[in-house]
């Protein structure tokens, strides 16, 4: 099975299905898609994925779409080394976590929503900042809360997770946007436990084949 990730390599969401393939030692193709040139608008992507978003993966027979779902997807298809734990209770654990990364703080502070704030919205550089400070501290308090619960190494206890791949793109993505990080202590502690792995560090946006950094 051949697999093609149409990527993007400062998206969170793709961040995370890029850790997910590393960890679970998947090779794949990455197939960048420039959200900065608005590529994901063009009829040829937009044919491919109606949601004209990154990531989708093409696994050669289907092409699947939201990174929550390529890494259940993932899971049941690459059962080993796997991202969810053993228990029930410890995968619902790492399910919550997950979502509540990519279904309550993303959503409101992805580029889509962002671009409309300071678009038709016509609101200021400094209220799109204040928009993504806040949805970042509420939901980063609410996961710190959760951690501190059930992490011990990684957030559900040394079993590296979807919670993890979720969590690291998030803190690197609060980063970009100047967002202050000392009150979450223990994602501190996870974010630099998991970027000693190589999954993560492969994963990084800087190492992806489209980045662009500069000094």
């Known amino acids: 099975m051949s697999l093609i990730l149409y990527d993007y390599w400062r998206s969170s969401a793709a961040y995370r299905v890029r850790i997910a393939l590393k960890l679970k030692h998947i090779p794949y193709e990455s197939r960048p898609v420039n959200l900065l040139q608005s590529e994901q608008l063009l009829e040829e992507y937009r044919t491919l994925n109606p949601m004209q978003a990154v990531p989708m993966l093409d696994t050669g027979t289907h092409k699947l779409?939201?990174?929550?779902?390529?890494?259940?997807?993932?899971e049941e298809n690459y059962p080993s080394p796997a991202l969810l734990p053993a228990t029930p209770e410890a995968r619902a654990k790492a399910r919550a976590m997950s979502l509540l990364v990519a279904t309550d703080i993303h959503p409101l502070n992805n580029q889509r929503v962002l671009k409309y704030?300071?678009?038709?919205?016509?609101?200021?550089e400094e209220i799109k900042q204040n928009w993504y400070a806040h949805w970042i501290r509420q939901g980063l308090t609410a996961l710190e809360a959760f951690a501190k619960e059930s992490a011990g190494t990684y957030c559900i206890g040394d079993y590296v997770s979807m919670a993890d791949a979720c969590l690291i793109p998030q803190l690197y993505s609060a980063r970009r946007f100047h967002c202050p990080l000392e009150n979450y202590p223990t994602l501190l502690r996870i974010e630099e436990a998991c970027n000693r792995l190589p999954a993560f560090i492969g994963a990084l946006p800087e190492k992806q084949v489209d980045a662009v950094v500069t000094p």
Request: glycine fraction near 6%; avoid cysteine; proline fraction near 6%.
């Open 117 to 124: 704030l300071t678009g038709p919205l016509k609101q200021s």
């Open 65 to 74: 779409t939201q990174s929550i779902a390529i890494m259940e997807w993932l």
